[in-house]
Each structure stands twice: as C-alpha cells, then as structure tokens.
C-alpha cells in the first residue's frame, strides 16, 4: 500500500506501511475483537432461522403463494454460499477490518428492508442481498481467531465459534417464533438494527489485524466468480426444491442441476488455470484438511438435519405449536454451552483423533435412541437424546476445526477457513434434502404397509371403524356422517403412526451415518498438540 498525499501538499510516493502481527497485539485487545466478530457471525448464523418459525406469518402477511414462501429461505442459503469462500479474497483484498463493517453494515440494512418488503418478490430480493453480504462474517471471524491467539488461548476459538456456529441456528426458530407472537412477523427482521448498527461501528473503531491490497480487485476473474455462483446456487436450488417437486422428474430440478454441474467443471477449470482465482484450492493438498472438510460435511448433515427433525414431528405428530418446539428443543443449547469447556479443555492434552471419535459415537448413539420415539413422545422423552447430541456436537466439531485450520497461515488460512464453513453449510443443504426424501418415502412405504396389514385383518378393522363411529355417533345424530368421521379418524391414526416410523427409519440412517464416518479417523495425521502455525503474519502479500 502505498499513500500518494504527501505532507504540505506535495504528491510522493510513501514507505509501504509495515505489516500487522496480529499476535503482538495487547489480549484485551484481541478478546474485544474476537467478541465483536463472534457476535457478527451469530447474527448472521441465527438469521437462517429466524424466520423458521414465522413463515405462516410471513406468507400471510405478502400474501404470498406456498411454492413462493419457501424461497424466503432458499434464497438466503443460496446467496450466503457463493459468499462463504469468496470471503477470503476480499479479507485479503479489504482488509478484514472493512470487509467486516461492510458486511456487517449491508447485513444491517437489508434487514431493514425485508422488514419493510411490500411483496414476496421485494421479500425474496431483499434476502439474497441479506445473505450474500452477511455470509462474509462466518469463516472471517475463523481465520482471525487463529492468526491472533496461540496456545491455550487458540484452542478456545474452535470451541467458543463451533458453539455459536451450532448454537445461533438452533435458537432461530424460538426467538423468531416469540417475536412474531409479542410483536408480529416484521420484528423478526427489525430485531438485527441496533446490534447490527453497534457491530459495524465497533469493527471500524477496533479491528486492525491486517492491511488491505487494494491492487487484487483489479485480478478479479469474475468468470472464475460467475461459475462458482451458478455451481453452488443452483446446487443449493436443487437441494431445497428437490424434496417438494419429485426431484429430476421436474423439469426445473434437472435444469438447474444441470446448470449446477457446468458451473462446477468450470468452476475447477479456472480454479486452477486462472492467474487471479477468487478461491484457492490448494488447502486440498493437505490430507488431514481434506478429511476434516469431509467431517464437517458430516457434522453439518446431522447438526442441520437433527435440528429440522425434532420440530417437524413435534409440529406435525404431536401438533405443537412455535413455543412448545422451542421450548423442548432448546436443551440441545444448553446442553452445548455447558460441553464446550471440556471440548476445549480436551482439545489442550488429548489426541484430536480420540475426542472425534468418542464425540462421532456419541452422536450416533443419540440418534439411534432418538429412533425409538413413538406417537407419545414430548419434552421428557426427547430430552436425555437431545442432551447427549447437544453435548457429543462440540466433541466433533471442535476437534475436526483444530484439525482443519492448524498449519496454515495468512491467505492460506482464509482460503482454508473459508472453504471449511462451506462444507459444513453444504452438509446441512444436504441434510435437509436428504432427511425430507427419506422422510416422504418410509413415511409413504409405512403407510402401505399399515393398508395392507388392515387388509388382511379381516373382520377386526371394520369391528374398529364400528367401534370408532359409536363414539361419533355422540357428537353427531347423523349414522352416515359418523361412519365417514370414524374412517377420518383412522386414516388420522395410521398417517400418524406411518409417519413416526418414517422418523424412526431417518434416525437409524442418520446414526449409521456417523458411525460410518469414524472410517476416516485413523488417516488423519494431526499436528502436534499445543502446536502452533509458524509462518508471516496474516497480512503478508
């Protein structure tokens, strides 16, 4: 960098300005910066599902369509995707400082203007904006903490980040859901102002851990961007629609997954033959990065698809609504908070490959009790495999961070970072996909099943609609009406039991899952513990 203003007046080039160690800054320095970006990146994380809860609330108040509300969400996924590895080169080229304030900032005031949407297109637009700029936030605050803090002190930024990083999306939909109840459905957007207003203004007056080149956004290979956008939104676009529309059988799935595949083979042609690349791949070349991207796909599948779970079946099988789903899932929380001090604590003495492990088994371990839940089940019954799962998360993730990040420094901790959060991001896109077609398809093959077995009961199911239209008969003189409540009321039971096994099924697989992925433990090849990355600081060019 260089300053062409000269003193009195006189144009001079200036002495490049020395780089910026962020070791050597003060620690009461360094916590008051970490805070400010741990709280941007939980406001951006908790946004996802915020609005969770509220979509009712939401369509009705645009008056919107049900195939046009579910992009409220979509559309933010697919936006704060593209931004999540594009965030290292403009860190780099910004300079973390004013990449955080402008993401911050714009994060601000298109929250604003989703609370002031007038329509569901405006509503749609203002969201994309939301999460393309608020999606810089979540791997910068991961590539600061580990080029500011060493030792004891770096083996907390894994544990404190992977709890607010599961933490944030598990509390959207009670927040979201308490808001829109007290205040109404515009409050869940209005909400991010202030601290969104205090984050910007702090990030301007405290952050200084590296120094801008402003000479890289002359290399932008914008075609480079453009293939990255289109492969991973229209990736997303599938992954979200594809449960709801048959999949390729509609002919707007299979176009943008075509879309998507054309974006990726010429996303990885200027990957590696661009002379500027927006993303670098090259953290790939490590081994033990590779296999920790491939945990944190895992994580990502079950955090997100456990946490969608949980409240679809408390919605849709025991018919509560947004306070009790909030209030029963809300010990997976506490259960995580209170689990991270050991996570970091184990971090500091024990091999990472062992806390993976024992947090991986644990994790399958509670779904595959979580699989045994029935009609019946509610806050009592969930809530020892919910407290397991909240405390095995931080067992996994903080372990599989220190294995992904360790090593690496300046861009290449970014471009690290950066790629790390994607694929715990992609793991829930996926996980969501995938947990709602299985869903769809044992819940429907349960049901057959249920119809054929009433089939071959012979006299006992009529001896049941018999007995269940007696009990109607109280309610309504009418023999013909009571008979069709009674068959009403049947389908209701067996859709419902056909259902919980469709969840049951979806547990059990979601636990092998896990358990499968303790294959990969034994090829990873951590560094030495307590060790730390040596290498110029954060901001070298």
Known sequence: MTDATAPFGGAR?????????????????????????????????????????????????????????????????????????????????????????????????????????????????????????????????????????????????????????????????????????????RSIFYVNIAPGAIVTLLALLFIRVDRPNFAMLKKIDYSHLASMALFLGGMEYVLEEGPKNDWFNDPHIATGAWLSFVGFVLFLERSFRSGGPIVKLTPFKKPTFAIACAFNLVIGFGIYASTYLVPVF??????????????????????????????????????????????????????????????????????????LRGASVMLCIVPSVGLALTGFVGPELRAASGLFNLMRNLGGAIGIAVVNTWLQDNARIQAARMGESLGRAGAEAPAVIAQLAARMAQATPDPVRAALLARGELARVVGRYALTSGFQEVFRMMAWLFLAALIMVPFCKPAPLNATAAGPPADAH
């Open 13 to 185: 080039p200036a002495a490049p300005q020395a780089p910026i160690d962020p070791m050597a800054l003060p620690d009461a320095r360094k916590f008051l910066i970490f805070g400010i970006m741990a709280f941007g990146q939980f406001m951006a994380l908790i946004d996802i599902q915020i609005v969770a809860a509220s979509l009712n609330d939401v369509q009705a108040g645009l008056s919107a369509g049900p195939d046009e509300i579910s992009w409220i969400q979509t559309g933010y996924l697919m936006a704060e995707l593209v931004m999540i590895p594009f965030a290292a080169f403009l860190a780099q080229a910004l300079s973390t400082q004013w990449l955080f304030a402008l993401s911050a900032g714009l994060f601000t005031v298109a929250s604003a203007l989703c609370g002031l949407a007038w329509d569901i297109q405006s509503m749609i637009l203002f969201r994309v904006i939301q999460g393309f700029v608020g999606g810089a936030m979540v791997p910068t605050v991961f590539a600061t903490g580990f080029s500011m803090f060493e030792g004891k002190q770096r083996a907390m930024i894994p544990a404190i980040l992977g709890m607010v990083s599961v933490l944030a999306p598990t509390l959207g939909p009670t927040v979201g859901g308490w808001l829109t109840g007290a205040v109404g459905w």
């Open 314 to 387: 408390l919605g849709r099988v025991r018919g509560y609504d947004s306070l009790q789903i909030g209030t029963t899932v809300f010990v997976v929380g506490i259960a995580q908070v209170l689990s991270t001090i050991l996570a970091a604590r184990l971090s500091q003495s024990v091999d990472p490959r062992k806390i993976i492990t024992v947090g991986l088994t644990l994790f399958a371990t509670s779904l595959w009790l979580t699989s045994k839940v029935t009609p019946d089940w509610g806050f009592t019954a969930f809530l020892g495999p919910q407290l």
